[in-house]
């Protein structure tokens, strides 16, 4: 196959027609070969290890909460959700991994269909649920003296609120079901966003974009700063040695969404200022898929941080992960290690309530 020419309006943002084109043709002509190449190997390796080590470090939180620790408190109902969503969500990129490998959509069109609203869903769920866990956070430290009622009262109604933040996350995400379908072009099919079928195509795309980037990163984004600024306040004033420890990691988890989500939704909003232009050059466009490739790669890295972030570093949740290790070390073992593993299992459990006792809250989140 020769070298891949595409129309510079239609390679970056899908194949719909664009209003005042210029009158010659070939100045729109653009070779996005180099960066198709790329895709081709970066994407499907980073997807491919962000799925693997995702699926187990999420698959291990919910373990956690199902076989040794029920959730005490809302943060661990919203780590519960987050741990599952991102398990969905990992889910999904196998899928887009084979597609920037083929360079086409191998699947059907009701798979384009469920496969990117599972990825919408789920991205956006996890973006609210880090939103609500950093107002449960605030609660807990900055309304200590009304915590107690406050988060009993939230936490008997938790199902509730967890299904709000789902059904809210599918409304969101319902333009992605509806325009996103599987179609051929430049003799390949692909699984895009066609909105031919609506009377101002441009329109639509300026607002689906605009969604995604209000609900999925700066509503998130918000709530985060107004409630760990406060947190860190509050720390800051308290005596208490365990809570200035527990000020790093606060900061470690702003600066790790920043860092994650900052880049992407940059190229967003660039996205969105460049649509429907006209004067956009090939190196333009060769960098702005460059650009798209790796942030979007850095932004899926985040679900693989997580746990790490919001369960692992958690005192009570490594006791918990490492009793974990050693129940499966001793399934392992032969039976005549079986008293070693007892004494060992109930040094860990009594290790285990001792923390409880002295953590404040019932929370995994607590340093």
């Known amino acids: ?40 190997v970066f994407v499907p390796v980073a997807y491919s290890l962000i799925s693997v080590f ?51 959509w191998l699947f059907s069109n009701a798979m384009c269909k469920l496969m990117k ?59 992605t079901f509806t325009f996103n379908q599987k179609y051929s072009t430049q003799g390949r099919d692909v699984c895009e966003p066609k909105y031919q079928s609506v009377s101002e195509p441009l329109r639509w795309k300026l607002l689906v974009l605009g969604l995604e980037l209000l609900f999925g990163f700066f509503v998130p984004l918000l709530f985060m700063v107004f409630c760990y600024l406060l947190i860190v306040r509050t720390l800051v004033q308290a005596q208490n040695s365990r809570r200035h420890r527990a000020i790093r990691v606060i900061i470690a988890v702003v600066l790790v969404f920043l860092a994650c989500q900052i880049p992407h939704n940059i190229v967003l909003l660039v996205t969105a200022a460049r649509m429907g232009r006209t004067d956009r050059t090939c190196d333009g466009q060769k960098l702005m898929g460059y650009a798209r490739n790796v942030t979007e790669v ?13 369960a692992f570093v958690g005192q009570k949740f490594r006791s918990y992960f490492l009793k974990i290790v050693k129940d499966l070390w ?38």
């Open 1 to 40: 196959m020769g070298e891949e020419l595409v129309n510079s309006t239609d390679s970056y943002y899908g194949t719909d027609d664009y209003p005042e084109l210029p009158e010659d043709p070939g100045a729109l002509l653009c070779s996005l070969q180099e960066v198709r190449q790329f895709s081709r």
């Open 54 to 104: 995702g699926l187990l470090g999420n698959t291990l939180v919910v373990l956690t909460f199902a076989f040794y620790k029920k959730a005490k408190s809302m943060t661990d109902v919203y780590l519960l959700n987050m741990a599952i969503a991102d398990i969905l969500f990992v889910l999904t990129l196998p899928f887009w991994a084979v597609t920037h490998a083929s360079n086409a």
């Open 117 to 175: 609203g599972i990825y919408a869903v789920n991205f956006n769920c996890g973006m609210l649920l880090l939103a609500c866990i950093s107002m449960d956070r605030y609660i807990a430290i900055v309304q200590a003296t009304k915590s107690f009622r406050l988060r009993s009262r939230t936490l008997a109604h938790s199902k509730v609120i967890c299904l709000v933040v789902w059904v809210v996350s599918l409304v969101i995400s319902s333009s």
């Open 298 to 310: 850095l932004a899926f890295l985040h679900c693989c941080l997580n746990p790490v972030l919001y």
């Open 330 to 367: 001793c399934v392992r073992r032969r039976p005549t290690s079986a008293g070693s593993c007892a004494r060992m299992s109930s040094e860990t459990f009594a290790s285990r309530q001792t923390s409880e006792t002295v953590e404040d809250n019932g929370s995994s989140f607590t340093m």
